[in-house]
């Protein structure tokens, strides 16, 4: 497993202080859609375990890399699934320095493309 | 240059030859927000000629590792810019042969972590 993976795998098991192993004391994780930043170990933490809903995550992909990695994750709550695309940094002892999280929603498509696209 | 970094240096050239030379002829494309899918090449490359607008690409991060790679670029077009998420797999020759965007948009933080977050 990658850091990205024992990353998803603790925070699939709730194993909290897991996940404590794996991050910066001074990790800061941001959301660019709300403009939400976390700043430090114990807030994100918090953040983890304070998060609502009864959810459960599958892995679809990760890639790692010298300095950060990139994952593609899925959410489930209840008949709901929606992904999660999350890009990390890693500071010298590949420990997770920075986080940064995107939720995107469905939209419609835009005119014009139909004569090259299926729908799937 | 890693593949990724070429792959977005040839799209925001418009330089449809290079980008041709970085694809694998069944290439596939897919947004699985909209749910469309494009499939080959020529297809995927008539797809980027066509699409409206005067954009701009800077890339923000790019992570590559075997079999693949995942990118956080940002696209402007006149005062707007938004983040794009692009994870890429490779087939053996390095060429890529499946392209997956997701293109995130803002949303409202929802209530009840006020407390652990900062507005940035």
Same mark, same amino acid.
């Given at each position: 497993?990658?850091? +990205?993976? *024992?990353?998803?795998?603790? +925070?699939?098991?709730?194993?909290?202080?897991?996940? @404590?192993?794996?991050?910066?004391?001074?990790?800061?994780?941001?959301?660019?859609?709300?403009?939400?930043? +976390?700043?430090? *170990?114990? &807030?994100?933490?918090? /953040?983890?375990?304070?998060?609502?809903?009864?959810?459960?995550?599958?892995?679809? *992909?990760?890639?790692?890399?010298?300095?950060?990695? @990139?994952?593609?994750?899925? !959410?489930?709550?209840?008949?709901?699934?929606?992904?999660?695309?999350? /890009? !990390?940094?890693?500071?010298?002892? @590949?420990?997770?320095?920075?986080?940064?999280? !995107?939720?995107?929603?469905?939209?419609?498509?835009?005119?014009? &493309?139909?004569?090259?696209?299926?729908?799937?």
């Amino acid at each position: 497993m990658n850091v +990205i993976e *024992r990353y998803w795998a603790v +925070i699939e098991a709730r194993d909290w202080p897991g996940l @404590a192993g794996l991050l910066t004391t001074d990790v800061v994780y941001e959301l660019p859609q709300t403009r939400e930043r +976390i700043r430090g *170990r114990e &807030r994100y933490l918090r /953040f983890n375990a304070e998060y609502p809903g009864d959810w459960h995550l599958t892995v679809e *992909r990760t890639h790692v890399d010298t300095g950060g990695g @990139a994952s593609w994750t899925a !959410f489930t709550v209840g008949d709901e699934t929606v992904p999660a695309l999350t /890009f !990390f940094r890693l500071d010298g002892a @590949a420990l997770i320095a920075r986080i940064t999280d !995107f939720w995107p929603e469905p939209y419609d498509p835009p005119p014009g &493309r139909e004569h090259l696209v299926e729908r799937y």
